[in-house]
C-alpha cells in the first residue's frame, strides 16, 4: 500500500532532550512537509523540501531542524530550543507543482514530561 | 486580519441532515480551495478540492466557492455519524505557494 508512515505516534520529552520525529513515504512524492497543530488553531507550516537536499523554512521553524537526505524521508528533529514542544505534528507530501494535493501521516503526539 | 477563517463549532446536527461548513478568505488572489477531514488523532485527508470558483460535487459533497464574497463552503447531504470529523478548509495562491489551513470546524453527527 502506497502512503505515509509517521513514527512514533507517541513521544515524550524531557528538558532540554532533542527528539526525531520520523516520516517516511513511498508515493514516490518530491514534496514533503512539516506541520504542527495545536488545539483551535489552524496546520502550521515548520518546515518544507521540494527537492532531495533542500528544504526551506516554513512561518515557524524556531526550535525544528530537518534534514532531507533520501526522496522517501523527512525526520524532524525538535530541539531544546523549542520552549513548547507539545502538539500533534503531521508530515504531508505532494507532487511538486500540485502542493493544493497533499497526502498526511496519521501524526505523532508530542508530550513533554 | 487572517488570511482565513472558520468558525470552529462544535457542530451538532441529527443523521440525515444537510450540514453547511463555511469559511471565509481575506486576499482574492487564492485561487485553490480545498476541504479536508481530520478524524480525532488521525492526520487529515483530502475530500474535495476546486480551482477557481463554481460547485463541484462528489456523492453526498459539495463544495462551494464565492470568489466575490471571498467565501467557501461545502455542503453534507444525508449526514452520516461516520461524517462525525474536523473539517479543515485550506487555499492556496498557485500550485507550487504554500498551504493556509483554517482551524477546523468540528463536527458531531448524532444517530
Known amino acids: 500500500d502506497g502512503g505515509i508512515t509517521q513514527s512514533p505516534k507517541y513521544l515524550f520529552r524531557k528538558e532540554g532532550q532533542n527528539v526525531t520525529l520520523s516520516c517516511e513515504q513511498n508515493l514516490n512524492h518530491d514534496a514533503m512537509y512539516w506541520y504542527r497543530q495545536d488545539p483551535g488553531q489552524g496546520l502550521r507550516l515548520i518546515y518544507y523540501?521540494?527537492?532531495?537536499?533542500?528544504?526551506q523554512k516554513g512561518d515557524i521553524a524556531e526550535g525544528y531542524s530537518v534534514s532531507r537526505e533520501k526522496k522517501e524521508s523527512f525526520p524532524l528533529t525538535v530541539t531544546s530550543a523549542q520552549k513548547n514542544p507539545t502538539a500533534f505534528y503531521l508530515c504531508?507530501?505532494?507532487?511538486?507543482?500540485?502542493?493544493?494535493?497533499?497526502?498526511f501521516g496519521p501524526g505523532t503526539r508530542l508530550l513533554v514530561l | 486580519q487572517k488570511e482565513v477563517e472558520q468558525d470552529p463549532g462544535p457542530l451538532s446536527v441529527p443523521e440525515g441532515a444537510i450540514v453547511s461548513l463555511n469559511c471565509t478568505y481575506s486576499?482574492?488572489?487564492?485561487?485553490?480551495f480545498m476541504w479536508y477531514r481530520q478524524y480525532s488523532r488521525k492526520g487529515p485527508e483530502l475530500l474535495m478540492y476546486?480551482?477557481?470558483?463554481g460547485n463541484k460535487e462528489d456523492g453526498r459533497f459539495t463544495a462551494q466557492v464565492d470568489k466575490s464574497s471571498k467565501y467557501i463552503s461545502l455542503f453534507i447531504r444525508d449526514s452520516q455519524p461516520s461524517d462525525s470529523a474536523t473539517y479543515l478548509c485550506a487555499i492556496a495562491k498557485t500550485s507550487y505557494d504554500k498551504v493556509i489551513f483554517g482551524p477546523g470546524t468540528s463536527l458531531s453527527v448524532i444517530p
Open positions: 523540501s521540494q527537492i532531495v537536499n533542500d528544504f
Open positions: 504531508a507530501s505532494s507532487i511538486k507543482g500540485e502542493e493544493e494535493t497533499q497526502y
Open positions: 476546486t480551482y477557481s470558483s
Open positions: 486576499n482574492s488572489a487564492f485561487q485553490y
